[in-house]
């Protein structure tokens, strides 16, 4: 798990969680990346039309957990196991980049502290990368 600590009332036992603002900051985020995914042509329709409050629950509790939140994610799903997970879906370079363009926007839109945002945007590049499971379009 992450953690990225800062010294008293913002760390040295305050995760990451904890000192971008916790649920909320999480909930923003995502929120915000699911307004560009519902109007875009590639991503869209990876997501079912009656579960996009369960896409933004699962990758809200997910991000949480990872960045010393609840670990309510494990505990109703088990271990994320992201790759298996993303499988069924064509993850080509376009759809990787087009998801980090939505992340990105919704990162911007919460004015994280730089320390804090440098973080986040890094464990998302990673991700992202490693989802990539086809190079056909």
């Not at 969680?17 to 560009?36: C, D, W």
């Not at 990105?104 to 730089?114: K, M, N, Q």
Request: charged share 25%; aromatic share 10%.
């Amino acid at each position: 798990m992450a953690d990225l600590t800062l010294g008293p009332t913002g760390g040295p036992t305050d995760p990451m969680f904890a000192q971008v603002g916790g649920h909320a900051t999480f909930e923003r985020l995502v929120r915000k990346f699911y307004e560009g995914i519902e109007s875009d042509p590639v991503l869209r329709p990876m997501y079912p039309d009656d579960d996009m409050e369960g896409a933004v629950w699962r990758l809200t509790a997910f991000l949480e957990q990872y960045w010393g939140g609840p670990t309510t994610y494990s505990e109703q799903r088990g271990h994320p196991r992201l790759r298996m997970r993303h499988m069924p879906f064509k993850v080509s370079p376009d759809a990787r980049d087009r998801w980090l363009t939505h992340m990105r926007a919704a990162l911007d839109s919460l004015a994280l502290p730089p320390l804090h945002e440098e973080a986040i945007w890094d464990h998302m590049l990673r991700a992202a990368h490693a989802m990539v499971n086809t190079f056909e379009e």
